[in-house]
């Protein structure tokens, strides 16, 4: 049972450039989430999903877009990246009614 | 929609000392209210949690209360150790089971 990892650990990226962020979780949850936290910063969800071909817009979607194609993978994309998308990115997933909200280690992003 | 105010920003305690932060919340219809721990480079961990229908929960060192009508909670660790050093967070649910996080409590304990 490896929780909820994320790929890649690292990246940098330069401006205008695009990527895919990996989330997969072997919990079988229903609901995933992609948070964004800034140094220093609280943790701001950006989209999310109740169920397998789901999604929804959280609080600062724009720039991103995502996909829940099978219940285990929520996949995040950066259609052209900008400086202000530099951040640490978590996938969590959880169980219907709030209970066992599960992180991945986080994805570390530099756009130059 | 939600927001969640957290307070204080930093916290630094005496080892051995308690230490409580608070939050507030806006959304009356929120009904779950989990706390995470993280450490400096490290995920949020889950160290508590909280539902609508219960005031109080307690696990070892740490409780956590809940007061619907003010629309507040709060986290309390007695006993603290150096290990206990790290960014808290609160968060309450929105609509669609949306986690709604705090800011954000960095707590210091000097041994």
């Known amino acids: 049972n490896a929780g909820v990892t994320q790929t890649p650990k690292f990246r940098v990226l330069k401006t205008g450039q695009s990527m895919t962020l990996l989330c997969a979780q072997d919990?079988?949850?229903?609901?995933m989430y992609w948070y964004r936290q800034d140094p220093g910063m609280g943790l701001r969800l950006i989209h999310y999903?109740?169920?397998?071909?789901?999604?929804a817009k959280g609080e600062v979607p724009d720039g991103y877009n995502v996909s829940r194609l099978k219940k285990q993978n929520f996949l995040l994309g950066l259609e052209s990246a900008a400086p202000s998308q530099t951040s640490v990115y978590f996938c969590a997933s959880g169980m219907t009614g709030g209970a066992g909200r599960y992180f991945g280690p986080g994805t570390r992003l530099l756009v130059l | 929609g939600e927001n969640v105010e957290q307070h204080p920003s930093t916290l630094s305690v005496q080892e051995g000392d308690s230490a409580v932060i608070k939050c507030t919340y806006s959304?009356?219809?929120?009904?779950?209210f989990p706390w995470y721990k993280q450490e400096l480079g490290k995920r949020p961990q889950l160290i508590i949690d909280i539902r609508s229908n219960v005031g109080e929960k307690k696990d070892q060192r740490i409780a956590v209360t809940l007061n619907k009508t003010a629309k507040h909670f709060s986290l309390h660790i007695t006993e603290t150790q150096p290990e206990d050093s790290a960014v808290y967070f609160c968060a309450a649910t929105a609509a669609g089971n949306k986690l709604t996080f705090g800011g954000g409590t960095r707590v210091l304990v000097k041994p």
């Open positions: 919990m079988n949850h229903e609901y």
């Open positions: 959304d009356s219809a929120s009904n779950y």
């Open positions: 999903s109740v169920g397998e071909g789901t999604t």
